[in-house]
């Protein structure tokens, strides 16, 4: 059962979220009597009057609620309604069994060799380094912000996996802001799920957490955050923190965590210059067995943005594009694959996540409720990675509301969904023809 206090401050801020999405009257009448009684995994548990109000909730308010409670940032997805006596709510006991959450995977490929360090990163690399060479000792906490795309990941996880291979008695725990508050969410929906909880975020010697920039506007996680850098923080355990932007700008941290922040190493990690953007191309094309001639290096470094991300899409786009039309990579050729890139990226101008899930569960004739669901069959995994793949190619979408949209899962599982599925079209023509026939289809070529 959880916490009362905690139950009703998750409450208040659904319900304020949902007060902005239905008429005043509606609300007065369905939404504000509903009695938040406990949670039950990522779901919300609500007592209402009568099944009449019950019926009428799901009918006719079921997907605001459930747009409120994703829109309100509290690590919930859904809803579910009780009535006292009913028998279609009926009311039970919520306590659910948890699988103890497995570590966020370390990408193995992150580490400081792979690292292109130019004029922008020299600081954040050495920094980085000094951290994995003696946690704890050196700079505590450090704080790494900047654009999304610009390698704060990478570097987390190349202290990890530096770690991993120098000392690998030392216990890291790298984990996302929203898994941090999924798992808090979880903790208090599980009977000792506190000290499990605690258990697993105060017993590291070293705390990596990526975007704490989403600590802002929840109160109850920012203080158990608190309570959790004090107490590795007081046995000089490593904590390491990512933002896309530096302590003072994130709104609604509370002083007592911006100052803990601001008490360590921050460093910031600048955009890449072109001449960094262009290592970086030799790199990554190294790690695919090819070279590319310096023009088109220069080609595809200019007018790329700061995203490293982007820029690795460029070449990704040309190598394939030698593939297809069988001929070497030259200047001429990169401009045909970048040309037919924005042509293509004019026609997604119309495309939406349910489109995309559409023509996935039509290609390969899934239910859209298995989709979004649980399930873990191997063909119901592998369109769902699909899916994930296809929102985060055709959709300017943040990751975190792609999770959102397939179920309510994490940012990570996203990340994973996306990196694997991008792999395996480069590797296997298969998967590279289902994933073009789904996107012609959303197209509608």
């Not at 007065?28 to 009428?56: M, Q, T, W, Y």
């Not at 997805?77 to 709510?89: H, Y």
């Not at 390969?364 to 990675?385: H, M, P, T, Y």
Request: contains cysteine.
């Amino acid at each position: 059962m959880a916490e009362n206090s905690q139950l009703r401050a998750i409450w208040k801020q659904i319900s304020e979220r949902a007060q902005s999405l239905i008429r005043p009257i509606s609300f007065d009448h369905f939404i504000k009597p509903l009695e938040p009684i406990d949670l039950s995994g990522r779901k919300i548990v609500l007592k209402c009057s009568s099944e009449l109000n019950a019926n009428s909730i799901l009918n006719q308010y079921g997907e605001t609620l459930r747009e409120a409670i994703l829109k309100s940032d509290c690590g919930l997805n859904d809803f579910r309604l009780v009535v006292d006596g009913s028998d279609t709510f009926p009311l039970e006991t919520f306590d659910e069994e948890f699988e103890e959450l497995p570590p966020t995977p370390i990408n193995k490929s992150f580490t400081f060799d792979s690292f292109v360090v130019g004029s922008n990163t020299k600081l954040v690399y050495a920094a980085a380094k000094s951290v994995a060479e003696a946690p704890g000792e050196s700079f505590n906490p450090l704080f790494i912000y900047g654009e999304s795309g610009l390698g704060k990941t990478h570097l987390m996880h190349a202290i990890a996996n530096d770690l991993a291979l120098r000392a690998p008695e030392t216990k890291v725990l790298y984990t996302t802001c929203e898994n941090f508050l999924n798992d808090f969410i979880d903790s208090i929906a599980q009977k000792g799920g506190g000290a499990r909880f605690r258990n697993r975020y105060r017993s590291v010697d070293v705390l990596m957490i990526d975007d704490v920039q989403f600590l802002k506007n929840k109160t109850q996680v920012q203080e158990e955050f608190f309570h959790t850098f004090n107490e590795l923080s007081s046995q000089n355990k490593q904590i390491v923190l990512t933002s896309d932007r530096p302590p003072k700008e994130i709104a609604t941290l509370e002083d007592r965590l911006r100052t803990r922040f601001e008490g360590g190493m921050i460093v910031d990690i600048q955009p890449p210059t072109t001449e960094t953007k262009i290592a970086i191309l030799k790199r990554k094309a190294l790690d695919r067995k090819c070279s590319l001639p310096d023009d088109v290096l220069e080609f595809l470094a200019r007018d790329s943005g700061h995203d490293v991300r982007t820029l690795e899409g460029r070449l990704t786009k040309v190598i394939f594009a030698a593939k297809l039309h069988e001929e070497p990579i030259s200047l001429a050729l990169a401009k045909l694959a970048l040309s037919e890139s924005v042509a293509e990226t004019e026609e997604q101008e119309d495309v939406t996540p349910e489109k995309i899930i559409a023509a996935v569960c039509g290609y390969f004739k899934q239910k859209r409720e298995d989709l979004l669901g649980k399930g873990k069959k191997a063909d119901l995994v592998k369109a769902r990675q699909i899916c994930a793949y296809l929102m985060c190619e055709m959709l300017t979408l943040p990751l975190a509301s792609v999770g959102n949209i397939l179920g309510g899962r994490d940012h990570t599982t996203i990340m994973y969904a996306r990196d694997k599925m991008e792999k395996l079209a480069k590797l296997n023509d298969h998967v590279a023809k289902e994933i073009d026939d789904i996107k012609n289809i959303v197209l509608k070529k």
